[in-house]
Every structure is written in C-alpha cells, then in structure tokens.
C-alpha cells in the first residue's frame, strides 16, 4: 500500500510569514494527526482528526495555526506568521482508527527552518 | 493530564541486551506502541501492549503493567543498526467533550550501540 505522502520535504521562510504543508494519508485510514518535533524531543500533538472531525487540538497554538480536513481525506497545516520557535520538523500520521490496536504510519516530514 | 517519562540516553554493546523503560500517567489508557526513529527519519512501529504482560517479536520484546504505568522495550542481540531513538506513545482520553482517544509520545530514549 502506499504510504503517508507529504509535501513539500523542505521550507525556508523568514520570521512572519506564512507557510503551509499538505498531507495524503493511506487510503482508508479514518484518523489522521499532525506533530511537530524539534529537533531532540519526541513528537509533540498538535491536532488528531477523525474523519473530517477533530479529536484533539489542545495544543495547537491557535493564534498562528490552523489545520483542517475537507472530505476527511487530505489535510493541511498552515502557520501564519511563523516565529523562530517555529523551526522543527512537521510529521503527518495516520491510523485506520483512534482506539486499539491500530498503529501510526508517518510520512516522511516537512523540516521548516524560521530564519 | 498525560505524562511519560523514558530515560534519555542510553549506551549498550553490541550483541547485549538492553532495557528501555517508560512510566506513564494517563485519564483512560487505551493501549500503549514502542517507536523506532532513525536520525533524520520518520518514526516506525516496533510493538503494542493493551494487555498486561509480554509481547515478543523477534529480537524486540515489549512488557505492560497496567496497575504501575509501566512499559519496557527490550531489545537482544543488539546490532549497531539498532542505535536510534526509542519512542514510547500512549493512546489516552482526550480532554476535550470527543469521547475520543489521542496518541501523544515521550521524549524518547537514545540508545548507542558500541562495538
């Protein structure tokens, strides 16, 4: 099966401007999540969708992020205006449910650098 | 609210055994995974408990106690490829009024594999 596609795999921005990331998960899979990860840390939550409704996005800094998912397939992360803080690697999951035995398949990450 | 705490590095010899621990705190737990990341790359499932007790695949073994918020993965026969991060995530209740469930990582543990 194919897996989590994401796009782009690199972005440069200067501090304030905006930036988006897409995300294609595997076909089928109801849930979907976005993490961030900087750079020695685990992957930190920022929102968990399931189907086109969100779960969790409790640590979303709403002020400046927004994600979304039309039609509970594709999504995608905007930061408008990014901070230096911003600078991490952006992971996309999904899983075929949010309960049980039902593992996460990442892409491969968007890295952003906030200069 | 949820809290897991792993070591953070860790250094074993190649062809030992090595243990990485993992404690957890969390409102409804729902199953708990051990990751595998590479620098550089995206995490990859290793194992899931939900039930007390052991889970064995291959050189990767993973141990659950429930009453203690407790985790374990071991790994034998080390190999030098095995050095990477050790994820381990916790899928728990989310806060928010969803009912639904939210899978959120620990730091992670480094381990270094030496000849």
């Known amino acids: 099966e194919a897996g989590v596609a994401q796009s782009p795999r690199y972005k440069i921005i200067e501090k304030r401007q905006s930036v988006a990331f897409w995300c294609n998960p595997i076909?089928?899979?109801?849930?979907l999540y976005w993490y961030q990860q900087i750079l020695g840390q685990g992957p930190k939550l920022l929102i968990q969708f399931q189907n086109n409704g969100v779960v969790d996005d409790s640590q979303l800094p709403k002020d400046r992020f927004s994600a979304e998912r039309l039609k509970g397939v594709d999504s995608t992360l905007k930061i408008q205006p990014a901070k230096l803080e911003d600078s991490a690697v952006y992971l996309c999951?999904?899983?075929?449910?949010?309960?049980?035995?039902?593992?996460?398949?990442f892409g491969n990450g968007t890295r952003l650098t906030v200069t | 609210g949820q809290n897991i705490d792993q070591p953070t590095e860790m250094t074993a010899t190649e062809g030992a055994i090595v243990q990485i621990n993992c404690t957890y705190q969390?409102?409804?737990?729902?199953?708990l995974f051990w990751y595998q990341q590479h620098a550089g790359e995206a995490p990859t499932f290793l194992s899931y408990n939900v039930l007390d007790g052991l889970e064995e695949k291959g050189r990767f073994s993973s141990f659950l106690s429930r009453s203690k918020g407790y985790s374990y993965l071991l790994l034998k026969e080390l190999q030098m490829k095995d050095s990477a991060s050790y994820l381990c995530a916790v899928r728990d209740l989310s806060g928010g009024n969803t009912g639904g469930f939210k899978t959120i990582f620990g730091a992670g543990t480094r381990l270094f594999v030496k000849a």
């Open positions: 999951a999904s899983s075929l449910d949010q309960r049980g035995n039902s593992p996460l398949h």
């Open positions: 969390t409102s409804g737990f729902n199953g």
């Open positions: 076909s089928g899979h109801a849930t």
